[in-house]
C-alpha cells in the first residue's frame, strides 16, 4: 500500500487545523513533487549567443523532453517522473506509518476535553438524540441545560480532530478500514465498503462493525455522539483500534453454511 501524493496537501492541512506538525517526510514528500514536476516544463532560453557544447547539450535536453515511447505511450519525462513519484510514495508512507499513533495520541487529552460535553449530556442526563430543546426546557433544571447547550457546541469542537483521525485511516489504510470491518451481511447485500468510525472514539465496547452508533443506522451519516458518549468517548490510535477489532468474537468471516444462508435471506427479502 502507498498513500495517494494528492491527497497530503490535505492532510497537513488538516494537521495545520488541529495544530499539529505534520511528519516532516510528508514536508519534503509535497517538496519534491514540486521540484520534479517542475522540470518536467521546458526551460525557455535564447539560442544564439549558445556556445557550441550549449547547444548540443540544448538538443539533448529537448529530445529527452519531448520524445515519445510510441503512438499511446508516455511522452518526454513522464515515465521518469512516474517513476519517481510512485517510489516517493511508497517511501513517505513506510516513514510515516510509524508516528501515526503518536499522532493521534498527543490528542487524546484535548479530545477528552472538548469531548466532554457529551459525556455529561449522555451519563448524567440521559439525553439522547431524540432529545428535543422543549423537553430539556420542561426538566427546569439549569444545570440539565447548559449540559444540553453544551452538548450541541461540543459537535463543533471535536470535528477538526474527528476529521484528522478519519483521514488518517482513510489514506495510510489503518484501522478501521474496511477490511477490518470483517463479513457483514447487510453490507454485503448492499454492496457496501463504508467503514463504521465509531470504534475510532469509543471508550469500550460502545462500537459497531456495521451501521450501529450512527444517526438513523446510515454509516453515510453522521455518528451519533451522544449515543457513543452513553458508554465513554476516548480518541483511539490506529494500534488501539485494530486490538479492539480483533479481540471482538463476532467478527470474522462465518461458516460457509451461515453465510449461504444469509445471501439466501436476502434473495427471499428481495423477491
Avoid at 513533487?33 to 532560453?45: G, K, W
Avoid at 485511516?169 to 448492499?190: C, H, I, R, Y
Avoid at 444517526?215 to 453515510?220: A, L, N, Q, S
Avoid at 451522544?226 to 465513554?232: N, S, Y
Wanted: aromatic share 8%; charged share 25%; proline share 6%.
Amino acid at each position: 500500500m502507498a498513500v495517494n501524493l494528492e491527497l497530503l496537501p490535505n492532510f497537513v492541512a488538516r494537521c495545520d487545523t488541529i495544530g499539529t506538525t505534520p511528519p516532516k517526510a510528508i514536508t519534503r514528500a509535497l517538496e519534491l513533487l514540486r521540484v520534479v514536476r517542475a522540470h518536467q516544463e521546458t526551460p525557455t532560453v535564447s539560442v544564439l549567443g549558445l556556445t557550441d557544447k550549449q547547444a548540443r547539450d540544448r538538443v539533448t535536453d529537448v529530445s529527452i523532453r519531448r520524445h515519445s515511447t510510441g503512438m499511446y505511450g508516455d511522452v518526454g519525462m513522464v515515465p521518469g517522473i512516474s517513476d519517481f513519484e510512485m517510489q516517493l510514495a511508497e517511501e513517505v508512507t513506510a516513514a510515516v506509518l510509524p508516528d501515526l499513533d503518536d499522532m493521534v495520541a498527543g490528542l487524546q487529552d484535548k479530545f477528552a476535553e472538548l469531548s466532554r460535553p457529551f459525556v455529561v449530556a449522555a451519563q448524567e442526563y440521559g439525553f439522547t438524540v431524540r432529545t428535543t430543546s422543549d423537553q430539556v426546557i420542561n426538566m427546569v433544571d439549569e444545570e440539565a441545560s447548559a449540559a444540553w447547550r453544551g452538548s450541541q457546541k461540543a459537535w463543533k469542537d471535536i470535528a477538526p480532530i474527528v476529521a484528522f483521525r478519519i483521514e488518517v485511516s482513510k489514506l495510510f489504510e489503518v484501522s478501521p478500514t474496511p477490511d477490518d470491518m470483517g463479513w457483514n451481511p447487510f453490507n454485503q447485500a448492499l454492496g457496501d465498503s463504508t467503514v463504521n468510525f465509531s470504534v475510532a472514539f469509543a471508550a469500550g465496547e460502545n462500537w459497531s462493525l456495521d451501521g450501529g452508533y450512527y444517526i438513523e443506522g446510515k454509516t453515510i451519516g453522521h455518528l451519533d455522539w451522544l449515543a457513543l458518549a452513553a458508554g465513554g468517548l476516548r480518541l483511539n490510535t490506529p494500534s488501539e483500534v485494530a486490538a479492539k477489532i480483533a479481540a471482538r468474537p463476532s467478527r470474522g468471516i462465518p461458516p460457509l453454511d451461515e453465510h449461504l444462508a444469509a445471501l439466501s435471506e436476502d434473495v427471499v427479502r428481495r423477491v
